[in-house]
């Protein structure tokens, strides 16, 4: 009976349930309802799925005690699986290739057809440095106000790029707050979108854009990467390897590379992330206060961003005398396609024949580039 008894006590203390009632086991339950409910919104609202769902699962599997999945390696053992394959987030393997895959499924037509929309995904940008200030004033570090400000670029590699340059101490929160405001953008920019316009400038018809030569296709990613990289040596790997994939796509003779790199490969690299990016919020150093901090200055980032692309939209539509819908400046974050999609839904709901979507697609790949282009400045300045 004793040794039945000790084989059962031995059981329940070697099991993850005994962990729930150590002083700290609440966060865990806390941190497994916050993965659950994002579960729900992937599955149920269908926000974002593809990214949602490795993301709250990775964050479940962490968060499950004893699990010892972000593990790291030890003297007598193996590190856990995911700890592993973090490591292509943390060495800047993963972010670089995702760049590569969205190259060759980004269309720069609408941009190369209106330069002007550069600007839109320039203002769009005005949220990374605000909240950089703003983290610089409550006391944070330089390097981690660069890598929180860069939250509000709505670019989850470029955040996890940025971040492992130079505070990786911080990649758990900044990833898990890029990603998670990426995924809920059809929730967040709507609301800020109708505040700052009227029903007429949200119903404002665009003129059809014009159409552009494959032969400039092919000269704007080549010409882009030699331009920005000599002005900014430290995007090479973003900028590089997204106009590479971009190049892949339009010179028309490397279609099975264009095809690997936008399906198979992307869709390998981004369950790696999604589910690592997730795995990183384990409770124990992710509910804190500092974390709050720069969840709060992460979305105060986005908003911003947000807010400056659709208020730069209405100068450029009084500018041009009523052509121009403010809505596609809220598409100058660089969340590729997520932000001109809901330009696009935000303005049929005023005009049911308003297609905004290619307009919108302008700021949205120059805020990919705006995004690539504020990161280097920060790597510039404090790597």
């Known amino acids: 009976m004793d040794f039945l008894i000790n084989s059962v006590s031995g059981f329940l203390n070697d099991s993850g349930f005994i962990q ?77 290739l995702i760049f590569l895959g969205v190259g060759v499924m980004t269309d720069f037509g609408p941009l190369i057809a209106n330069p002007k929309s550069l600007l839109l995904g320039a203002a ?39 971040t492992t340059k130079l505070a990786p101490h911080i990649l758990s929160t900044i ?73 892949f796509k339009e010179c028309g003779v490397t279609e099975k590379l264009a095809q690997h790199a936008s399906e198979a490969m992307m869709y390998i690299i981004s369950i790696f992330i999604g589910i690592t990016v997730g795995a990183t919020a384990k409770a124990d150093t992710f509910l804190t206060a500092k974390t709050l901090g720069i969840l709060a200055l992460g979305l105060f980032a986005f908003i911003i961003s ?28 660089s969340a590729v396609p997520m932000a001109a999609r809901v330009a696009q839904n935000v303005g049929k709901e005023e005009n049911p024949n308003n297609y905004l979507l290619m307009h919108a697609m302008g700021p949205n790949v120059a805020g990919v580039i705006g995004s690539a282009v504020a990161s280097g400045i920060f790597l510039s300045m404090f790597k």
């Not at 409550?138 to 890598?147: R, V």
């Not at 007429?200 to 014009?210: P, Y």
């Not at 450029?316 to 809220?330: E, F, Q, R, V, Y």
């Open 20 to 96: 729930f009632f150590e002083p700290e086991g609440y966060k865990f339950l806390i941190m497994i309802i916050v993965s659950l409910f994002f579960m729900y919104l992937a599955i149920v609202k269908k926000y974002e799925p593809l990214l949602l769902l490795p993301i709250a699962f990775g964050m479940l599997l962490a968060n499950l005690p004893l699990a010892g999945l972000m593990n790291p390696p030890t003297e007598t053992e193996n590190g856990g699986l995911l700890w592993y394959i973090f490591q292509g987030d943390e060495l800047g393997i993963f972010p670089p």
């Open 124 to 162: 769009a940008q005005f949220g990374i440095f605000t909240a950089f200030l703003g983290a610089l004033l409550i006391g944070f570090t330089p390097k981690e106000a660069a890598s929180i400000g860069i939250i509000g670029g709505a670019d989850g590699p470029t955040a996890i790029y940025t």
């Open 175 to 247: 990833a898990v707050a890029a990603y998670s405001y990426m995924a809920l953008i059809p929730i967040i920019q709507p609301p800020i979108m109708r505040a700052l316009t009227t029903k007429k400038e949200r119903a404002i018809k665009m003129e059809q854009l014009r159409s552009v030569s494959k032969t400039e296709k092919i000269i704007f990613p080549i010409a882009v990467t030699i331009l920005v990289i000599l002005i900014l040596p430290s995007t090479a790997s973003l900028i590089g390897m997204l106009m590479l994939g971009n190049l």
């Open 306 to 333: 947000t807010a400056a692309g659709v208020i730069f939209g209405k100068i450029m539509c009084k500018l041009s005398k009523g052509k121009i819908n403010p809505l596609i400046g809220a598409a100058g974050v």
